[in-house]
C-alpha cells in the first residue's frame, strides 16, 4: 500500500524545537520531490519544506527559513522536518506529501498525489 505515516506531533513552548517523521510505504522516496506542507486555523494550507533528490533541489517558505530543516532517510525509507525556534504561528497541522514522478521543488498541492494523515503541532505557553 502506498502511504506516508507520520509522528512526533506534540505540544510544545515557543522557543522549542520539534521534530517530524514521515515513513513511506509502497514506494521509494528517494524517487520522488517530497515535501511538508501545514494548515493553520482558518488558513490555506502552504508548503513549509521540500525536497528532491533529482538535482538535489531543497526549498523552504521564507516564515521557516533558518528555523526548519527537512532531511531524507533513504534507507529508512523517512522524511524529517526538524524545527527549531518554534513561534506561536507555526501552530498547525502538519501533513507530508509526494508530488508526481518528474517533479521538482516547490510542490504544488494541487498535484500531491499522496498525502499524510497529518499531525498536530501546537506552540503554547
Known amino acids: 500500500q502506498v502511504q506516508f505515516v507520520e509522528s512526533g506531533g506534540d505540544l510544545v513552548q515557543p522557543g522549542g524545537s520539534l521534530r517530524l517523521s514521515c515513513v513511506a510505504s509502497?514506494?521509494?522516496?528517494?524517487?520522488?520531490?517530497i515535501g511538508w506542507f501545514r494548515r493553520a486555523p482558518g488558513k490555506e494550507r502552504e508548503q513549509v519544506a521540500c525536497t528532491s533528490a533529482r538535482f538535489s533541489i531543497t526549498t523552504y517558505a521564507e516564515a521557516v527559513k533558518g528555523r526548519f530543516t527537512i532531511s531524507r532517510d533513504d534507507a529508512k525509507e523517512t522524511l524529517y522536518l526538524q524545527m527549531n525556534s518554534l513561534k506561536f504561528e507555526d501552530t498547525a497541522v502538519y501533513y507530508c506529501a509526494r508530488a508526481p514522478y518528474g517533479s521538482l521543488c516547490p510542490i504544488s498541492p494541487k498535484t500531491v498525489n499522496i498525502w499524510g494523515q497529518g499531525i498536530q503541532v501546537t506552540v503554547s505557553s
Open positions: 509502497g514506494f521509494t522516496l528517494k524517487t520522488y520531490a
